[in-house]
């Protein structure tokens, strides 16, 4: 074989070479926001220490609510959505790393021939019989990076993949959140029916004890009806928390990925409202931005979008593959690799856009648009995540101070029913004072069980604000269908479906 001589197509293919490592396009550069010094209005009088977001559900003191926890993190079909597509955004990641290297195919042929009967000049008949043919082969190609829409491509999909990666971070801030919050409507349900029932008990025993009277002709029969009127007001209560527990129960149960009553029977237990360890420290607001996965989603997504107009905009210039491919044909397999015809191409080939209707710079005007849109969303994220921290530390401390004043009222109603009922037994006093203070005394305490519950809700909601999530380890790379039977085979068709019979 005479010796190889590159010319010209060597040169383009070196510069090529030397020129692939630019690239088109912004570089993406984190976004600097100005964020408040503090929080509030004022000023704290001292440095105001990070926050507890590590397990914070823990310090509402309730063993129920952590193994709830536990188990939605596990079960939740939230979650595993989220994993999926952590799967698909690493798959996604993959492809693009694969266009930045060579694909190289290979190819084989065995061809039965038969070239029929040649006649010479001299007037002889050849006859050639049939033979067979083999062939086999090699082709490569690479696309030249010459001005960096692959490694763009990789890039944004890199940023892909950190945010779906946060995305199964708020996804699992969102569920820890949501089973505190039902966690805690069920165990209020549970206390303001059993403060309905205690209550009814009571009136019903005023009830009796006016009937008593009545009979002994110390009572009127407006009392009698006024007594019983109250308790069965109050009994009509009971049904509406009934129902309020349950589809508390019911959520939690498929927040766990469980049916709605798996969780019937392990609620039914009486347990009190958690009680929150507070106060709780909130840091500053800039520590919002690497602790909220909402905020941080945003800006991955801001990245990926600046990436992709590099990668448009790379189409705008020429671009450059390389090919080559090598084949050996014989009439014998073994032939192939010594006794054969052996044929090679190698060269570059060059794409140049020169009229396109203005199509690729308005793709750029696309990406563009979109990348602000990122921005725009994710400084929206920033602001949301600010006035959400507000939000619950001003519910949070206004809610305590109802609290207080309303475990007062409570003391104070329960003093006046008591001597209000002494008063009416003497005498001293009408009926109609027992039922105004036995009236007062319920609804007081009802708030006071109300403000219990919202004290919780308020604690979970400055939690989540603050980005507390789940911070244990949550292994994304099992598929939820393992496949089974994938290599080559007969495909079977599905048998009609037919209904399952009832599971005793």
């Known amino acids: 074989m005479p010796p190889l001589r590159f010319g010209r197509p060597a040169v383009i293919v070196l510069g090529a070479l030397l020129l692939a490592g630019c690239a088109v396009g912004p570089d993406y550069k984190t976004p600097h926001l100005d964020m408040p010094a503090h929080w509030g209005s004022s000023k704290p009088k001292t440095a105001p220490r990070p926050p507890e977001l590590a397990q914070w559900w823990k310090r509402l003191r309730d063993p129920t609510l952590d193994g709830l926890i536990d188990e939605a993190v596990a079960g939740n079909l939230d979650v595993a959505t989220a994993k999926a597509k952590i799967r698909e955004a690493r798959a996604s990641y993959r492809q693009a790393v694969g266009t930045l290297l060579p694909s190289v195919d290979g190819s084989g042929s065995a061809t039965r021939n038969d070239n029929g ?67 805690v409507q069920a165990r209020s349900a549970q206390a303001r029916a059993a403060l309905a029932r205690r209550t009814a008990a009571s009136q019903r025993e005023t009830a009796a004890l006016t009937r008593t009277q009545y009979n002994a002709g110390s009572a009127s029969g407006v009392d009698v009806a006024n007594a019983s009127g109250q308790a069965a007001s109050t009994e009509a209560n009971i049904p509406t928390y009934e129902a309020a527990y349950a589809e508390a129960v019911h959520r939690l149960s498929v927040l766990t990925g469980q049916p709605p009553a798996a969780l019937t029977a392990r609620m039914k237990a009486v347990r009190p409202i958690p009680t929150p360890r507070l106060p709780i420290p909130t840091g500053i607001p800039a520590d919002i931005l690497l602790a909220r996965p909402d905020v941080r989603v945003a800006e991955r997504q801001y990245a990926q979008s600046t990436a992709l107009i590099g990668e448009a905009e790379a189409a705008l210039y020429p671009s450059i593959s390389l090919t080559g491919s090598v084949s050996s044909t014989g009439t014998k397999i073994g032939d192939l690799a010594k006794s054969s015809s052996i044929s090679w191409s190698f060269g570059p080939s060059l794409t140049v856009p020169i009229f396109n209707g203005g199509q690729l710079r308005a793709a750029v005007d696309v990406t563009e648009a979109q990348r602000d849109q990122s921005f725009i969303a994710y400084r929206a994220s920033v602001l949301t995540a600010l006035e959400d921290v507000e939000n619950a530390t001003v519910a949070l401390g206004q809610e305590r101070i109802r609290q207080g004043t309303l475990s007062r009222s409570v003391q104070h109603y329960r003093e006046a029913t008591r001597l209000s009922r002494a008063l009416y037994q003497s005498g001293s006093s009408s009926f109609l004072d027992v039922l105004d203070s036995e009236r007062s005394l319920y609804s007081a305490e009802d708030s006071l069980i109300e403000s219990r519950a919202a004290i919780a809700t308020d604690y979970v909601a400055l939690n989540k604000a603050l980005g507390g999530g789940w911070d244990g380890t949550v292994d994304s790379s099992k598929p939820e269908v393992v496949d089974t039977n994938t290599g080559p085979h007969v495909a079977v068709a599905p048998s009609p479906r037919q209904p399952s019979a009832p599971t005793p």
Request: proline share 1%; aromatic share 10%; net charge negative.
């Open 117 to 183: 009967s040649n006649v010479s000049s001299d007037g002889d008949v050849t006859i050639s019989g049939p033979f067979t043919q083999y062939q086999a082969g090699l082709d490569a190609s690479w696309e030249v990076d010459l001005f960096g829409a692959n490694r763009r491509a990789v890039e944004a999909a890199r940023y892909g993949l950190d945010a779906a990666e946060e995305d199964l971070r708020a996804t699992l801030l969102t569920l820890v959140g949501d089973v505190a919050n039902y966690y």
